[in-house]
């Protein structure tokens, strides 16, 4: 019983740990997750180097073409996008 007693606070650091960094930690990269997934063309966005454009084109999974100004577009890696600053309306069928 003695042996069980000094684990007890090692157990409630780890539950505290997990609760106030890890849990918080997976819920912001699960949201990233998906606001990365609902990008589409048109959605105005900020890359996590600072620069703001539009979506222009959905290449593939993984990457996206941005219009930086008039006829200046770059590719940018999607989970490189930092936020999401307007998105655009879905079109009416």
């Not at 003695?2 to 960094?21: G, H, N, T, V």
């Not at 997750?33 to 454009?53: E, N, P, S």
């Not at 084109?57 to 999401?84: F, G, M, P, W, Y």
């Amino acid at each position: 019983m003695e042996a069980f007693a000094q684990f007890i606070p090692l157990i409630l650091i780890f539950a505290i740990m997990y609760l106030l960094l890890i849990r918080p930690q997976q819920k912001k990269l699960k949201d990233h997750q998906a606001m990365v997934a609902a990008l589409r063309r048109g959605d105005q966005i900020v890359t996590q180097g600072g620069l703001i454009g539009k979506v222009s084109k959905v290449k593939d999974d993984n990457e996206i073409e941005v219009e930086l100004a008039d006829n200046v577009k770059v590719r940018v890696v999607k989970s490189t996008v930092a936020q999401v600053i307007s998105k655009t309306e879905p079109a009416s069928s």
